[in-house]
């Protein structure tokens, strides 16, 4: 598996390969590393679909309840 470098190895990776006296090295390196673009990684919500499975029988139901006449006549004892 191979990784990606991101912005802040490169820059390490070209300051240590500068000589240790060299301002106009580390500043190119810099500069790299300013125009360098930082991907923006969106997380990846963990979803597990046994339970949304579960969630949307329970709607059904509960939706299903509602339509029903049963439901209806509570609602009118209790106005």
Same mark, same amino acid.
């Given at each position: 598996?191979? $990784? $990606?470098?991101?912005? #802040?190895?490169?820059?390490?990776?070209? *300051? #240590? $390969?500068?000589?240790?006296?060299? +301002?106009?090295? +580390?500043?190119?390196?810099?500069?790299?590393?300013?125009?360098? *673009?930082?991907?923006?990684?969106?997380?990846?919500?963990? *979803?597990?679909?046994?339970?949304?499975? !579960?969630? *949307?029988? !329970?709607y059904k139901k509960i939706k299903k309840y509602h339509k029903s006449n049963i439901f209806q006549i509570k609602n009118l004892d209790h106005e």
């Amino acid at each position: 598996m191979s $990784e $990606e470098k991101d912005c #802040t190895d490169d820059l390490m990776e070209c *300051v #240590t $390969e500068c000589d240790t006296d060299d +301002k106009e090295c +580390k500043d190119a390196c810099i500069e790299e590393y300013n125009e360098c *673009v930082i991907p923006e990684e969106k997380p990846q919500p963990k *979803v597990n679909k046994e339970e949304i499975k !579960k969630l *949307v029988k !329970k709607y059904k139901k509960i939706k299903k309840y509602h339509k029903s006449n049963i439901f209806q006549i509570k609602n009118l004892d209790h106005e």
